[in-house]
């Protein structure tokens, strides 16, 4: 059987990159909102310590796999395993906020940016939920994230309909309409990743599957 001290360092060391990975996607749009090129560098060469956890974990969860007997700890490392996946991709869309922020740095604010924050606030909350939960094994914590991943398609679809009618009404500045639709679109894709960990949390705590809130029926 696995020490459980080393499957316990697995954990912590998966709850770090869960936590790096939401700060960035806090510091990407923090560096969006407030045009600031150097906090967007920093979330940028951030997420090379995402890829360097991600790569970390996956050799530990391999190495264990030889010597777990139980099939709660096999479950513990498959689901980890599709967790930091999930997490590195977060990351991933955290650096693309961040290369769309220090584009847009430079050029004339389109207009008071509200939902794309509020997209991003909501997949923070998401993250913070799902650290808990797996922190705990309490998966009362991400009850609610599948509610707040459909508030972030809803306003990206507002989003996205909104700068639509900028380009038609002001072709000049279709670069911001450009680059603020793919930043929508990137939290958009973060809070779906956000889900498929929530739902890797609850098959690892309940060894049952769970899709959009819904426990899956087995066949």
């Known amino acids: 059987m696995e020490d459980n001290t080393y499957l316990d360092l697995i954990k912590s060391l998966t709850l770090e990159m869960l936590s790096v990975s939401k700060k960035n996607i806090k510091d990407g749009i923090d560096s969006l909102v ?18 360097e956890l991600e790569l970390k974990i996956e050799d530990m969860c391999i190495k264990s796999l030889r010597n777990l007997d139980k099939e709660e700890d096999i479950r513990f490392i498959s689901g980890i395993w599709k967790i930091i996946t999930d997490a590195e991709r977060i990351g991933d869309y955290a650096t693309h906020v961040a290369d769309s922020a ?9 207009k ?11 997949v923070v909350d998401m993250i913070s939920r799902c650290e808990s939960a797996l922190e705990s094994y309490d998966l009362s914590y991400i009850d609610s994230i599948w509610e707040l991943d459909r508030e972030i398609d809803a306003l990206y679809d507002q989003v ?20 603020l639709t793919q930043v929508a679109r990137y939290l958009e894709r973060a809070g779906d990743h956000v889900t498929n960990i929530g739902e890797r949390i609850f098959y690892i705590v309940t060894g049952k599957r769970i899709k959009r809130g819904n426990i899956q029926s087995e066949s």
């Open 112 to 122: 008071p940016l509200i939902d794309i924050p509020a997209m991003a606030e909501n």
């Open 160 to 179: 996205f309909r909104e700068l639509l009618s900028y380009i038609l009404e002001t072709p000049r500045l279709i670069t911001n309409v450009i680059y």
């Open 102 to 110: 220090k584009v847009l740095a430079s050029k004339p604010t389109l």
């Open 34 to 51: 407030n045009k600031d090129e150097i906090l967007a560098d920093r979330v940028v060469e951030g997420d090379k310590y995402v890829d």
